[in-house]
């Protein structure tokens, strides 16, 4: 569904937000927390976000997407992190379109040096604002916000 775990802990931390997810997060943290390295995430935490499967209906509750540092799924994947580094950066957000209802993507940080491909957005019928500010270089992505733009999804660069 999701190309890029990273992409999906920004989905589950939306859905945490909500009170999904996070008790089972938070008890696995907690048992394996003390034997994690700083800075570097806890396998048994990505194992479980990255076997998760998140049904149809709880993706369609999602309207708002914004990846930060802070997000409660990277607060559980590991025992100390500051969000500084680019241990989950993202590089695709190929699967957004699963966010059938999703009006705003506004990513605060989290997207990779390298930036990514915008494409996918154009799957999102209900969008409405985009930050587009992180990564957008490219003839690729400047056809996205033309499109996106021709359909009045405000863009933020």
């Known amino acids: 569904m999701f190309k890029d775990l990273h992409f999906k802990l920004s989905v589950i931390s939306a859905l945490m937000e909500e009170g999904h997810y996070v008790e089972e997060a938070e008890a696995l ?9 700083p800075y570097k ?42 969000g500084e580094d680019d241990l989950f950066d993202i590089t ?31 799957g999102c019928k209900k969008l409405k604002r985009v930050d587009m500010s992180f990564g957008k270089e490219g003839p690729k992505n400047e056809a996205v916000m033309v499109e996106l733009e021709r359909r009045g999804v405000e863009i933020e660069t």
């Open 29 to 37: 943290s907690a048992k394996h927390a003390k034997s994690a390295k």
């Open 41 to 82: 995430a806890i396998k048994q935490v990505m194992a479980y976000f990255e076997k998760l499967e998140i049904p149809a209906e709880l993706l369609a509750t999602i309207t708002s997407l914004s990846p930060d540092g802070g997000d409660l799924a990277y607060q559980h994947a590991t025992s100390v992190w500051d």
């Open 92 to 122: 695709s957000i190929e699967g957004i379109e699963h966010l059938v209802n999703l009006e705003a993507f506004t990513p605060i940080a989290m997207i990779g040096e390298d930036g990514i491909d915008y494409t996918p957005l154009l």
